[in-house]
């Protein structure tokens, strides 16, 4: 294992045996459910969003270290983002995990996730968190706001 192959697995477990943001929010604005049936990882991530702005996140669930470590990383990078960086983050995430080249300058522990790719069939255990967020921010563009 490369030493930066190894810094991956230590962020990575690092995230999954203390998550940031794990829980779930009392009245949030939206909250949607994520399912992997293939290997039954499970996410639930609620937000708060005021003035277009992610003002809290949290996400609760089980399911693998990868899933659970996803989840806590995007937390920490969505919150205090407007809905539309949210969604930029989220393409910029799915482009990482097909290996295309991410123009983003700053995942920061996010980028640990791209030595997933090497084990195709994780992918979906680290993308799970990220299309629960995207359906989530969906139905919350669909929403009166007033």
């Known amino acids: 294992m490369s ?9 990575i477990l690092e995230h999954y045996k203390s998550p940031r943001n794990q829980g779930r929010l009392v009245e949030p604005d939206v909250a949607t459910r994520g399912h992997n049936p293939l290997c ?5 991530i609620s937000l708060d969003v005021e003035s277009d702005v992610v003002t809290d996140i949290r996400f609760q669930g089980k399911g693998c270290s990868i899933s659970q470590a996803s989840a806590s990383m995007l937390t920490e990078a969505v919150k205090g983002k407007t809905t539309e960086e949210a969604r930029e983050l989220i393409s910029a995430f799915k482009s990482m995990m097909r290996g295309d080249t991410v123009s983003l300058s700053d995942l920061g522990d996010i980028e640990a996730l791209q030595g997933v790719r090497k084990y195709p ?3 979906k255990c680290a993308l799970l968190a990220w299309t629960t967020l995207q359906e989530g921010l969906d139905i919350y563009a669909r929403t009166d706001h007033s």
Request: cysteine-free; aromatic content about 6%.
């Open 3 to 11: 030493a930066l192959d190894e810094l991956y697995r230590e962020v």
């Open 40 to 44: 039954g990882d499970d996410i639930e």
């Open 121 to 123: 069939v994780r992918i």
